[in-house]
């Protein structure tokens, strides 16, 4: 039996290009997965950042690399090495920009925007105290590339330091 006119056996090629599955796309998924388990997409423990101003410490603890649209946990911490009057966290509007504060416990007890950034009010903190904060929230999807402000403190009306913080938003 002869086969129909254009058809014809193929010779079986030796080449690693002829194969159906071709190399490339195992190579190309390896690298993705490296770029993921080396945290180039988010998902990576927070790291925390000290500034000690001498009278008091301030620690935050946040992702530094998130994606769009991911809730995420802040964790803010004053530790009082002096006796502060009014213990007040302001964050610079930048910083939250395009982004969805769900919760901050324990809620401060005043609240107010003043001079460019939020400022939350906790009253006295002795020497020796802790304030420990918890802000959860999430970043909005117009907010692409990152965003970059600062935290902080204040004695009342007295600016006891600032921490400046950058967080980078992955599509």
């Known amino acids: 039996m002869t086969a129909p006119d254009g058809i014809s056996e193929q010779p079986a090629g030796n080449s690693l290009w002829n194969r159906h599955a071709s190399p490339v796309s195992i190579l190309l998924l390896g690298a993705i997965l490296a770029c993921a388990f080396a945290g180039f997409t988010g998902g990576q423990p927070s790291p925390k950042t000290v500034a000690d101003f001498g009278r008091a410490t301030l620690t935050v603890k946040t992702p530094l690399v998130i994606r769009n649209g991911e809730?995420?946990?802040?964790?803010?911490?004053?530790?009082?090495?002096?006796?502060?009057?009014?213990?007040?966290?302001?964050?610079?509007?930048?910083?939250?920009?395009?982004?969805?504060?769900?919760?901050?416990?324990?809620?401060?007890?005043?609240?107010?925007?003043?001079?460019?950034?939020?400022?939350?009010?906790?009253?006295?903190?002795?020497?020796?105290?802790?304030?420990?904060?918890?802000?959860?929230?999430?970043?909005n999807p117009p907010l692409f590339a990152g965003t970059q402000g600062e935290i902080s403190l204040y004695d009342g009306k007295r600016l006891v330091g600032r921490q400046p913080l950058r967080i980078k938003v992955l599509p």
């Open 71 to 139: 809730f995420f946990e802040t964790e803010i911490e004053i530790s009082s090495v002096a006796a502060l009057s009014d213990a007040t966290v302001a964050i610079s509007a930048d910083l939250w920009r395009d982004m969805t504060v769900n919760t901050m416990i324990p809620a401060a007890g005043e609240e107010r925007f003043e001079e460019g950034s939020y400022r939350f009010a906790y009253g006295p903190l002795e020497a020796g105290q802790a304030l420990r904060i918890k802000v959860d929230g999430q970043i």
